[in-house]
């Protein structure tokens, strides 16, 4: 792993609309902005969104050395490494004018007043509809609204127009069906099933390999994720790992058991994407 994969989390992390924190230097978030007039009566830019800083080292926003070493199942000293070598060439201990972060853009700190200026190609990702909604030409613009208007009033009187003809015609009363003869259905057999044992379930409690939803260097961090967790229909237990606290929602005795019901939850989970395996030593 080289420096530039810290700017690539932030950029991954950013475009997923998420905050970030970067530890002694601030958070970095993505907001949006409500639709703006354009530049004729009538006319409205879309809403977009855009960056912000806030500097301080608020821990209840997940770090970047939290989110890259879950997001590449690494270890978390590792990346907590790379994390300070990235720190010391971009900052001033903390103080910065410029902060430069990859293809997300720069942040700029004049007088304690911080402005993200977005790179070109990250601002097309995050506002694809504002980008088509500038680059069109005003003309186009109206005649879009126009033909919008015309299609609109065309269906209008199609759906008009086929209930005029519905209610035109004489009403005729359609003959009522014969009900059919009453038979007797035997009833089923009742049928008694067995209660299902403890052993039926699908994660053994303290197994050998976790499904991890989560990493935390704060417990209390942790524990809202667990609660978290119970609004999707999952149980999760808190794991100390180091310093840190890790978010188990599945344990089993074999990694092949473990990678199965990962590849089942990825579906349903909304954070499918985020789930790594651990083994327990």
Sequence with gaps: MTMEVIDNIIFNALLRH??????????????????????????????????????????RVLSVIDYAATRYETNVENVDKLYWE???NATADGAFSELEIGNVGM?????????????DRFDRLINPLTKIWEQAPVAERSKTRVWNVVLTVVILV??????????????????RPTPPAKTETPAPPVVECPEPSVSATIAVA????????????????ADKAIVALRGENLSGRKIPYGSRFLVSIG??????????????????YSEGDQLWIYSKP
Aim: no cysteine.
């Design 107 to 119: 942040v700029i700190n004049s007088d304690g007043v911080y402005n993200v200026v977005m790179t």
């Design 158 to 175: 199609i759906i008009g127009g086929g209930v005029w003809f519905y209610f035109k015609e004489p009403y005729k009363e359609a003959p």
């Design 18 to 59: 998420r905050e970030i924190r970067l530890p002694r230097i601030g958070v970095l978030r993505v907001v949006a902005v409500p639709a703006q007039p354009g530049q004729t009566a009538g006319q409205a830019a879309p809403p977009q969104y855009k960056t912000e800083f806030i500097p301080g080292d608020d821990e």
């Design 251 to 268: 344990s089993y005795p074999t990694k092949e058991e473990a990678q199965q019901s990962m590849n089942a939850l990825a579906r349903t």
């Design 86 to 88: 990235w720190f010391g």
């Design 206 to 221: 303290d197994q050998a390999y976790h499904i991890i939803a989560g990493m935390y260097s704060v417990e209390a961090n």
